[in-house]
């Protein structure tokens, strides 16, 4: 609620800075307000930690802050995730992507390049071919134009 606009009936104008009916229905919800708190209370901090960081790490609630994270990084809690992964991998029998995807990235790659080369080599030999077949094709003109420039008797 403490995000919601609700104006008090009876008032003359229905909406604030004379927003048309949606809009207003929209403001009234309390969802834009809560985006608005949302981005001001998560950029705030970091802003005044960039301009002033003497003064906000010397700040003594900051003080507290960093110690109780360094206690939290002692415990071990954060470096739990991947003992914690390969419990539930366990327990819920998860299985690797290559179970379901067949071959991994590595090996299909490695398969496209390979045939990438079979491909060269045989678009090699079809130039090769075809270079052979235009050098025929060539003289056969040269005849028929020879041929077309001989008077008849």
Not at 32 to 39: A, E, N, Q, R
Not at 86 to 108: C, H, N, P, S
Not at 109 to 135: F, L, P, R, S
């Amino acid at each position: 609620k403490v995000t919601t606009v609700q104006i008090p009936e009876g008032e003359e104008e229905p909406n604030i800075f004379h927003l048309p009916d949606p809009v207003q229905s929209f403001v009234d919800t309390g969802l834009l307000g809560s985006i608005i708190i949302t981005i001001l209370g998560s950029l705030v901090w970091r802003i005044v930690a960039r301009s002033f960081p003497v003064a906000f790490l010397s700040n003594p609630i900051m003080y507290f802050v960093i110690q109780l994270c360094l206690v939290l990084e002692r415990t071990g809690i954060c470096s739990a995730s991947i003992p914690l992964a390969k419990v539930q991998e366990w327990v819920w029998k998860y299985r690797m992507d290559e179970e379901y995807l067949g071959a991994t990235k590595g090996e299909r790659v490695q398969e496209a390049a390979e045939t990438a080369k079979n491909e060269e080599a045989v678009d090699e030999e079809w130039v090769q071919e075809g270079a052979d077949n235009m050098e025929a094709v060539i003289a056969e003109c040269n005849n028929s134009a020879v041929a077309l420039k001989k008077p008849e008797p």
